[in-house]
């Protein structure tokens, strides 16, 4: 049994903890760890594991202005944050979120132009010549000529709307964090198209629209974005001076795929031609008619038209 004269003898380092806490003073510009301990859209308590509590006021919470406090913070969690004032007012220690979080976000947006992420972002605001957004809670421009690959009129479309953007510019110095949207279009039409042409296979034949014509040959557009060039000796049988002998700007033409090498297709007319009007044997071909309204009939063919001759 525990007596006066047994019971062990409490020294100062067993208070050690709860001395230097009661010591501990803090000062502006201090980062500070903590233990969130209640959460408001009014305040955010946070425990300082000291005798003093901070508090977090809804302007410091995130440099976001969709950032709600009650979907963002959980009782519990733990909080970094900077000492903005020694006390508030009410013995409290008045502490910034949205300074803390600063560092921390460029260098994670430094990253991710760096190595070339793809971010998640919702258009705040439109702006003259763009739009806002924020990501990492760091306020973002998207220039109007980086929001699609398409030019864009009216870039109040876009508010409220969810976009994939990657970082072109990344300046803290200057406070400047300009994304793109256009690029990360521009790699998945990229991906696309490059999907489509390693689908094509060597001898399909296809139909397709000439879209441009050069002294070498002619480019036929085959459907999906894909174009491929005719040159001009797959044109024709015949030699030609120029492709514009036998194609014009917009014609409907018939086209075989010869290959595919390094996203380039080349194509031929006269090979789909051929496979695609195969020789007939002499016993399948129809006898030649004559009809009188051929206007390639001459006099005499019209006189020996109507006569039958005996074997």
């Not at 198209?193 to 000439?210: F, P, R, S």
Request: aromatic content about 6%; overall charge negative; glycine content about 6%.
């Amino acid at each position: 049994m525990e007596t006066e004269e047994n019971k062990p003898v409490e020294s100062m380092a067993d208070f050690e903890d709860e001395i230097n806490a009661s010591l501990m003073r803090f000062h502006e510009g201090d980062v500070v760890h903590g233990t969130i301990i209640s959460v408001e859209e009014e305040e955010v308590l946070v425990d300082l594991h000291t005798y003093s509590q901070g508090v977090i006021m809804p302007e410091e919470y995130s440099d976001d202005p969709s950032f709600h406090a009650m979907d963002e913070l959980r009782t519990g969690d733990p909080i970094t944050a900077v000492v903005l004032d020694s006390d508030d007012g009410q013995g409290r220690v008045l502490l910034s979120r949205r300074e803390a979080v600063r560092d921390d976000a460029w260098e994670k947006l430094k990253d991710a132009m760096e190595n070339h992420i793809v971010l998640k972002v919702k258009v705040h605001a439109s702006v003259n010549g763009g739009v806002i957004t924020y990501v990492e809670g760091q306020r973002a421009f998207i220039p109007a000529s980086q929001l699609a690959l398409d030019y864009v009129e009216d870039v109040d479309e876009f508010v409220g709307k969810t976009l994939q953007v990657v970082v072109i510019t990344c300046d803290r110095e200057h406070d400047k964090l300009v994304l793109s949207a256009r690029e990360v279009e521009r790699e998945l039409a990229a991906a696309a198209h490059d999907k489509k042409i390693n689908a094509l296979q060597k001898g399909y034949i296809t139909e397709g629209e000439v879209v441009r014509i050069e002294h070498y040959g002619c480019f036929v557009d085959i459907g999906d974005n894909l174009t491929g060039l005719v040159h001009i000796s797959e044109i024709s049988d015949k030699f030609l001076k120029s492709p514009k002998e036998v194609v014009k700007y917009g014609d409907r033409v018939k086209v075989k795929i010869l290959s595919v090498e390094d996203g380039k297709i080349r194509l031929s007319m006269k090979q789909a031609m051929e496979d695609d009007a195969p020789e007939l044997e002499d016993e399948d071909r129809e006898p030649l008619e004559y009809h009188d309204e051929d206007v390639s009939v001459s006099p005499l063919a019209g006189m020996l038209a109507g006569i039958k001759l005996d074997d």
